[in-house]
Structure formats: C-alpha cells, structure tokens
C-alpha cells in the first residue's frame, strides 16, 4: 500500500512527466510532498494562471498534455483564466487542484470552492475524487481525454485527506470508457467526394486551423496543398503552419487579417476549412461565405461541423490521417490561372511610414524575424501587438508561432513562451507583448531567473492599451476612458531588477543592432520599444 | 419546436449539472427534464424536451453526445415516440361537484387518490396534449396545486435505446 499522494505523482512519471507547473498551499501539500521525492521537475509560477499558461505553451510544444497545479480554494480560482484559455483553443493539460478534506466539503470551510463546478463549463472533463483508490483510473483517463479526440483541458480536483489514503497502486495499463469514442478514420466516400470538389474546383482554397498542430499533421497539411496545388489562408491560430514566403499561402484571413488572404476568401468557389471552428473574428458572415461557395469542413469534433457555417461537405476525423489520404487519392489538377490572379494580390504589401522617435513595430517585426533562426517558437500576446506579430512577424520553415487565438487572454505570451522554452530548451523562444498585457504577466520574470532560461521578451510601449484605444477613438467618439496606462515602470530597470539584460530602443536606426544584441544573448533579454501610440492595428 | 430527446448516461454524480449547464452555456430552452435509473443502475436515462429551430437541435445532439459521460443521444420523431407524463392535481371540490369530479376522471383516465371535505387530489398520466385537456376541464372547479414530473418517452414498437 502506498499513499494516494504518491500514487499520483507516480501516475505522471507512468505518463512520461517530466516537468509541471504550480504553486502549492496546504490542500495539495501532500502531493508536494511526494513531488520532493521525485524526479519530476516542479517550475515555481509567480501565479497560479501563469502555472496553466505555462502548462499551455509546454503542450503545445510537445503536443502532449501538461500539467499545473494549484491548491484549493484561491489557488484553484486563479487557474480558471489559464483553464479557459487551454479550452478555447483544445489545448491539452491536466489540471491538479487540491481541495478541503471530503468530510468538510458543502461546509464552507476555510479555502473551500466548488472549483469542478466552476470549472464545468470550460473543462473537456473534471473529476472530483472521492475514492482513493480510483486515483489510477482517473489520471490514466484524464491523460487520455486531454490527448485524444478534440484535445482539452481536464480538471481532477483532489481533497487533502484523500491523497493521505492508502491505496493499492497499479497504474492501468490500458484505458476503456464505454462512453468516449472519438472518431479517427475519415468516412471513404466523403474523402472521395473532397478528392472530386477539389479537382473540378476554379478556385479552390484551403483555411487552416490549429487543429492542424493538435493532430500534428503539419507535413500532411503541406503535402496536400502542393499536390493539389491548393492555395492556402490560416486562421490565427493556424499561423506558422506554413513558412510565410510559401509560394501558396496568403497569410491571416479574418478581421484582424491581411488583404491577400481576405481577398481570396472573398474570391474563391470551393473553400476547405481544416481543424478550424469558423470563429467570428476569422469569419464575419459564415452565412455570405455559405451561399456563395462550396463550404468543406474537415474537423475531429462533430459538433464544429455545421455549427456556425452550413457545410457542403462535412467530414470527421482526424486530420493528419484525413490529409495523408487526401494527398495520396487528389488527381492530377491545376489552379494556374486563380494562382497567378493570388500571386500578384499577395505582392501588394503596403507600404508602412515610420515615425520619428518612434520604432515601427510592424517593421521592427520583420527585421526581427529575419534575423532568428528558422526554428523559433515567437508567442504574441492579446493586443495591437499580436495583430503586429500576426501580420509582420516572418515564419520560416520548421517555425512556430503560438498565442491565445480563442480567449484572447492578456498575460499570456511571456508564460507560455517559458513553457515552451522547458520543452525545447535547444530553440529561441520569444514573448512578444504590449505593455498592457506585460504588466499582468512581470511577476513571471522572476519563475524565468529561477529556472535560469533564456525567453527573449520584446514589450510595445505604446503607453495605451492600444487595441481598446483605437477601439474607442473609432467606434466611441474617441471618449477615450481606462486606456491610458500612465504610472507604467520603466521596463528596462524593472527588467533588471529581476537580474534580466535589458535594453530600450527608440528609433529605426538602432533597431537592427538592438535585435542583434537580443539574438546573440544567451540569457533572458528584455527590449522594450517605444512606439508611437497612434500607431494603428492594420 | 419541441424536440423529444432520449440521453443515456452514465450514473455518476455530477452528470446532470453538466447536462443542466450545457443548456444553459448554450442558451438551449429546456421544457422539461426527467431523469432516472435503466435496468442497469450504473446508468441513467435522461429524457429532455427542448425547445428550438432544426439547427439547435442538430447542435443540442451534437454537443450532447460530446460529455464525456454521455454514451447515447437520440431525438425521437414525433410519430415514432410515446410520451407520458404523470401529473398530481390538487382541485377544489365540494361535495355537490365531487360527483361531476368523478365522472370527468374515469372518462380521462385519470385517479383519485386523496380527498379533504373541500379538495380532490388526482392522479393522471397521459400525453401532453391530454394533460392540457383535462387542466381545461378542471380549471372552473379551481385548481389549487399542480405537480408534474416532466415527460419521459419511449420509442413504438419492440426497438429500443440501449
Ligand atoms: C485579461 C484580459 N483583459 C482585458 C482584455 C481586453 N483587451 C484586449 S486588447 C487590450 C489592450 C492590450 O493592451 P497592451 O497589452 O498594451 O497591447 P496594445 O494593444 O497596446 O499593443 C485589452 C485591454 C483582454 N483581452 N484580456
Ligand atoms: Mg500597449
């Protein structure tokens, strides 16, 4: 017999953990205390969000679920943004919350809330865990749920006079649940019918989605639209599935995307969304899209299909098997004429004016993309400077670019970009942020010294929250309200207090040598930009 | 339009707030909601009636079948269904009316089960439709207290949901 506590830390070794993310407090202190036993690295977060975000960019990078921790109570709470983030955008992790002891729950005792209730509505599952020895089954079912099918969020909640029970323990080798099957196989005929819309197509294109990295079918993805020489738009979330200069692809579609790509949504006749959910800021009116083209949909979750766009062709499955067979069964075609019609959309890049004493982040972007190695991870965050980094930030082949597409969670960016720099400590990763949303996440430049790595921080001073600013000099009269972020620190001592190299650039001239010095560090470095607080979105 | 839909779940606690929460996360109307053991206690039958266009109940089944606790969504059409409800009705009924009372329940199909000196209380089980008609017909007497247990519904024939 050993203690629940243990068995759970033993169930994550099992699963292949190696690293976590949390901050304790006395509802999880038994866990903790088998954590101290173990081999698994434990990643203090300054907040327990931060542990979920972190988990999050961990996940990404390894698409496997991760896992954070918060205790009961406080703890608990302040994980729901990060929990809610990893769902809106399937992203898989294991939630671990401590909670009261199982005799004192529904008593309102000390740190005591209802966080599976909480939680419900953006979990994929939860469990609250009232037999110990049902630990095994759970973790090995949370692992599998968080991974498999649509990915997401699962939450197992566990009070501290369970994880002291002892129990038998024996990690199940194999998981069964009668009631969750997810479809992988694509139906034959729908593939067949795809093959035949897309041959007889004018105007075919391909939209997409981040379910794309989730299924880890990036290569399949590629192979597809070269063979049916298909061009392609991206969803935010699908950004960096293609390298930018991909001779097919047409950048960011939606409100917040580029001409090319909108124009070729406008343009097309046949339109094949893959791993993307038709959200509303990728697509305005689903309804126009619907009646003027031939809509195929391609996603591992029933419930996408037909839910805001009517479909033509609809098809479940998982996309990396769908789109290997798609790339073996499409016929010889040609798009010649609507490719060359795109190409020369796609080169009419606007020019953008710099202005004086000021950096132009859109530009500043560019330079700094060029400059990074092709496999960088660069995590925007929730702004004016996620559209920038959206938009201007060049992805080259193996690159990967990551934010909160579905939430839009600011505070994002600079904790995911630790995570994933845990998980591939070999590539540069880089956190591009406002300072807005860098003033919700700073206290993490500290779990960045712990740790001793090297996160690349880049902060947009605009003095504004940018994005709200335009938002009401454009749709309220300019009433301008609660967008001023006057009382902002200077970044660069900030950042150095925390120990971390910083420097500011304010002008175009000095940016490439600025750039230079923050690639060619190999610690964490911080560079904040002045930028001019007009500076608009698009 | 009201869509008649048959769930099948397992038995553990919290299934029914997550089934509750995805109406109301979603803003589909619940009319009613019945929920009881099957054969085999470790599972449940929920039966719900909804109310909403073609699309919704498309999105209702869809994101029904997608709780991880749930092991089978089916709506019934109208035509292939049997749907009961159990309603108990408490009307007032002095003793010159309680024979008219009387009458109006053994041509309704329906059971007295309680009596004071001035109320009835009646038991009835019956479609929705036959359920509105014999509130009608009780109504002039005044009703005092209704209590119904919302409708559960089985498919015609000898197929099955299981
Ligand atoms: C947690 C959170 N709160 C509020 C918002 C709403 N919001 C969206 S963009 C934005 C402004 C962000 O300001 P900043 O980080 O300075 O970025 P900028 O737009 O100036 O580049 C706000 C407040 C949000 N997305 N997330
Ligand atoms: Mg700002």
Redesign the interface.
């Given at each position: 017999m050993i203690r629940a506590a243990e068995a759970m830390v033993r169930c994550l070794r099992s699963e292949g953990v190696k690293v976590v993310f949390g901050y304790p407090g006395a509802a999880i202190c038994p866990f903790y205390d088998e954590l101290y036993r173990s081999d698994i690295h434990h990643v203090l977060v300054r907040h327990e969000a931060n542990a979920g975000h972190e988990a999050s960019g961990y996940a990404r990078i390894t698409n496997k679920p991760a896992v954070c921790i918060a205790t009961s109570g406080p703890g608990a709470t302040n994980l729901l943004t990060a929990i809610a983030t990893a769902y809106a955008d399937s992203i898989p992790l294991i939630c671990i919350t401590g909670q009261v002891s199982t005799d004192q729950i529904g008593c309102d005792v000390f740190q005591e809330v209802d966080i599976?209730?909480a939680a419900?509505?953006f979990v994929?599952?939860s469990y609250?865990v009232?037999d110990a020895a049902m630990l095994p089954r759970i973790f090995k079912e949370a692992f599998y749920?968080a991974g498999t099918g649509?990915k997401g969020p699962v939450l197992i909640d566990v009070p501290v006079d369970i994880q002291n029970t002892l129990i038998d323990f024996e990690y199940p080798e194999t998981v069964s649940?009668?009631?969750?099957k997810p479809t992988v196989k694509g139906n034959p005929m729908q593939i067949k019918k795809i093959c035949e819309a897309v041959e007889n197509a004018k105007r075919p294109l391909i939209c997409a989605g981040g379910g794309i990295f989730l299924a880890g079918a990036e290569k399949e993805l590629i192979e597809f639209a070269e063979k049916a020489k298909v061009p392609a738009v991206s969803t935010m979330m699908g950004l960096s599935l293609f390298p930018t200069d991909h001779p097919l692809y047409l950048g960011m579609l939606g409100m917040h995307g580029v001409k090319s790509a909108n124009r070729a949504v406008n343009e097309c006749d046949t339109m094949i969304l893959i791993g993307a959910r038709v959200g509303d800021r990728a697509v305005k009116s689903p309804t126009f899209l619907a009646e003027n083209k031939q809509i195929i949909h391609i996603d591992i979750?029933?419930?996408e299909i037909?839910?805001n766009i009517p479909v033509d062709i609809p098809l479940v499955g998982d996309c990396k098997t769908i789109l290997s067979e798609l790339a073996e069964k499409i016929g010889e075609v040609s798009h010649d004429e609507w490719l060359s019609e795109l190409a020369e959309i796609k080169n009419d890049i606007p020019e953008n004016e710099e202005t004086e004493g000021f950096i132009n982040p859109k530009v500043f972007l560019r330079k700094l993309s060029d400059r990074m190695p092709s496999d960088t991870v660069c995590v925007a965050d929730v702004g004016q400077n996620q559209i920038w980094c959206c938009n201007n930030y060049g992805i080259k082949e193996g690159g990967r670019f990551m934010t909160s597409g579905g939430m839009g969670t600011m505070g994002y960016s600079v904790p995911c970009a630790v995570g994933a720099k845990m998980a591939a400590p070999e590539r540069e990763v880089i956190a591009v942020c406002g300072d807005g949303s860098f003033q919700m996440q700073m206290m993490e430049l500290a779990t960045i010294m712990q740790e001793k790595i090297a996160v690349k921080i880049i902060v947009m001073r605009n003095n504004y929250l940018g994005m709200v600013r335009e938002l009401q000099t454009k749709g309220y009269g300019d009433r301008q309200i609660a967008v001023s972020l006057d009382g902002s620190p200077d970044f660069v001592a900030l950042a150095r207090a925390y120990g971390i190299e910083s420097e500011r650039v304010s002008t175009m001239a000095e940016a490439e040598e600025k750039i230079e010095k923050l690639a060619s560090s190999d610690k964490s470095y911080l560079l904040e930009c002045d930028v001019y607080s007009l500076e608009s979105t698009l | 339009m009201k869509h008649t839909i048959s769930v099948l779940v397992e038995n553990h606690a919290g299934v029914l707030s997550r089934v509750s929460g995805l109406f109301s996360r979603r803003g589909f109307n619940i009319d009613s909601l019945a929920v009881g053991e099957t054969d085999d206690p470790a599972i449940s039958r929920i039966t719900i009636v909804a109310d909403g266009d073609e699309h919704t109940a498309q999105q209702i089944e869809k994101q029904l079948n997608k709780l991880v606790d749930t092991m089978k969504v089916r709506t019934l059409a109208p035509d292939e269904l049997l749907a009961r409800e159990l309603q108990l009705i408490k009307v007032n009924a002095t003793p010159s009316q309680r024979s008219e009372i009387l009458t109006i329940c053994e041509i309704m199909g329906a059971k007295i089960i309680d009596m004071t000196a001035n109320t009835l209380t009646i038991e009835i089980s019956d479609s929705t439709v036959h359920l509105k008609r014999m509130h009608d017909l009780l109504e002039g007497y005044g009703i005092k207290e209704i209590v119904r247990t919302g409708v559960i519904a089985i498919q015609k024939g000898s197929v099955t949901i299981k």
């Open positions: 599976t209730g419900q509505p994929k599952h609250l009232k749920l649509r649940m009668r009631t969750y979750d029933p419930a037909g839910k | -």
